[in-house]
């Protein structure tokens, strides 16, 4: 089968599903359905759909915008094309640094995964508080180089090895759920603790989305759209790639969770309850405790795959997206720099590539870039039903390959549970967010304008409608970090609220 068309060097539609498909099942298969069981029980399923069905929802309006702008870095580009410069840069740089910050926590997930499978590694590579030794910040860093130079190379080697790795990493996902079913499955777990699927509540079904990797886990169906200009026959390849990658992702994660839950003794659910369970490298060590030996050194070495082509490819995302932001004039030009032969800016390789080994430094654990980052792609998420209908509302007749039925009413309401999910992401990590926003927008001003007053205050302007945005998220994630926001008048507000910003965003305009 000829994954490449040879004379164009471009992705067929096989190589573009892998791609999405290869982003989407990274680090999140190997901790998610661990992490998801022990937070919300059986009733994490559930949650699997949701948020399988907001990717869907995102991805599908994305697709109509895609058809239509076949641009390198489009998700980041987004609200630049439909709105103004100055509006756009907030949301480019959200998706940028969402990008930028998966990078590391995909080579860390594969040192965390690594790092246990043996007493002396684990030793080398964490302190006893179970943070990175120098020697395992190396060793992430190494990882990362490897990624950095799968994609020097241009798309074509990258696509040549992600379809490799992402046919191994469909199987073995598959086959492990399979295998755990087959070797030990209880029915009985899934209403075992408190004679219910919810144990925990209806409304962690919907934390769990962003506390427990699930979104996380799904949000790489928009690297496809990344590579809009070098996909082959993108008008009909990239719906289809959208669509096909989020649901065999989402039959792979129902497969792994539902092995999961049944695969847990009966009689420490009953007694214990899910948050009793307690895994450092949880399919690896319920492998082992079921006696499959053989299984356990298998994961080991697909935690070293898995990861790994994700991270790869999203450097590889990261680094067109800031070139796609040079190119709109948001960050310095030499970003913008092609290399012809391989149709990739190179110079925006290596400082997206510099900027993961610095945050390595500040995070090194898997979950706690995990819970920032969802932060950053759920804002970024934002941009897609905005763009979406003001391209609808500003050019209702232009031709569209892909016309996406009832794109109104799904637009407002991906809009709607993107925001909601945001709240649950509690005050610190939106108060974190919040603040680099505004920083880079200093920085993005003072590069763009050295700060004249009169430019810098029409920047802000400009954008004032997102930043209001997110304040108002924080103040319901403060909401609900005290239990007030899924009460009557906590609910009412947030929609009210949340519509209102709805149709701000959309008509933010630009000030000269």
């Excluded at 860390?108 to 790092?115: C, F, Q």
């Amino acid at each position: 089968m000829a994954l490449l068309n040879s004379s164009q060097r471009t992705p067929s539609l096989f190589s573009a599903i892998c791609i999405g498909v290869g982003s989407i099942i990274g680090s999140g298969w190997l901790f998610a359905s661990y992490f998801a069981a022990k937070f919300v029980g059986p009733a994490s399923i559930i949650s699997w759909i949701i948020g399988a069905t907001i990717a869907l929802f995102i991805a599908l309006l994305l697709a109509e915008i895609a058809t239509m702008y076949q641009e390198t870095g489009l998700f980041s580009r987004l609200i630049s094309i439909t709105h103004n410069r100055d509006y756009g840069f907030i949301i480019a740089i959200s998706n940028w640094f969402a990008m930028v910050a998966i990078i590391p926590s995909e080579a860390v997930a594969t040192i965390n995964y690594l790092g246990n499978a043996y007493q002396p590694v684990e030793a080398v590579m964490y302190t006893p508080s179970g943070s990175l030794t120098l020697i395992g910040i190396v060793t992430v860093w190494a990882t990362r180089a490897i990624y950095g130079l799968l994609n020097y190379w241009g798309i074509s080697l990258l696509a040549k090895s992600n379809n490799f790795i992402t046919t191994i990493k469909l199987v073995v996902p598959a086959a492990t759920g399979f295998i755990f079913i087959a070797s030990s499955f209880h029915p009985q777990n899934f209403t075992a603790y408190h004679n219910t699927i919810a144990p925990y509540g209806i409304g962690n079904i919907f934390t769990a989305i962003v506390s427990c990797g699930i979104f996380y886990a799904f949000y790489g169906f928009s690297l496809i759209t990344v590579f809009a200009k070098e996909i082959k026959n993108p008008q009909r390849n990239l719906p289809l790639a959208l669509i096909g990658s989020v649901s065999a992702c989402l039959i792979i994660y129902l497969i792994l969770q539902v092995s999961f839950i049944g695969a847990i003794d009966p009689t420490t659910i009953a007694t214990q309850g899910w948050h009793s369970l307690d895994f450092k490298s949880p399919l690896a060590n319920l492998a082992a405790i079921l006696g499959l030996n053989w299984l356990v050194i298998l994961l080991y070495a697909d935690a070293a795959l898995s990861p790994s082509g994700c991270g790869s490819i999203y450097l590889g995302s990261g680094s067109r997206m800031l070139q796609g932001m040079a190119e709109d004039k948001q960050m310095p030009a030499i970003f913008a720099r092609v290399n012809q032969r391989f149709m990739i800016s190179r110079t925006s390789l290596l400082f997206t590539l510099a900027i993961c080994f610095i945050i390595s430094v500040f995070f090194d654990s898997w979950q706690k870039i995990m819970v920032v980052v969802t932060v950053f792609q759920l804002i970024s998420c934002v941009a897609v039903p905005i763009a979406f209908m003001k391209l609808r509302q500003d050019k209702p007749n232009e031709q569209r390959t892909f016309r996406l039925p009832f794109g109104k009413i799904t637009s407002m309401c991906a809009f709607l549970i993107v925001s909601y999910l945001l709240t649950q992401c509690g005050t610190a990590p939106l108060l974190l967010s919040l603040g680099i926003h505004f920083l880079f927008m200093i920085l993005y001003c003072f590069t763009s304008y050295k700060l004249s007053f009169k430019p810098t205050l029409n920047s802000f302007l400009s954008s004032w409608s997102i930043f209001v945005y997110m304040i108002i998220i924080t103040a319901f994630g403060y909401m609900h970090d005290h239990g007030n926001l899924n009460t009557y008048l906590g609910l009412g507000g947030f929609l009210i609220s949340s519509v209102i910003m709805y149709f701000l965003l959309i008509n933010q305009k630009e000030y000269k």
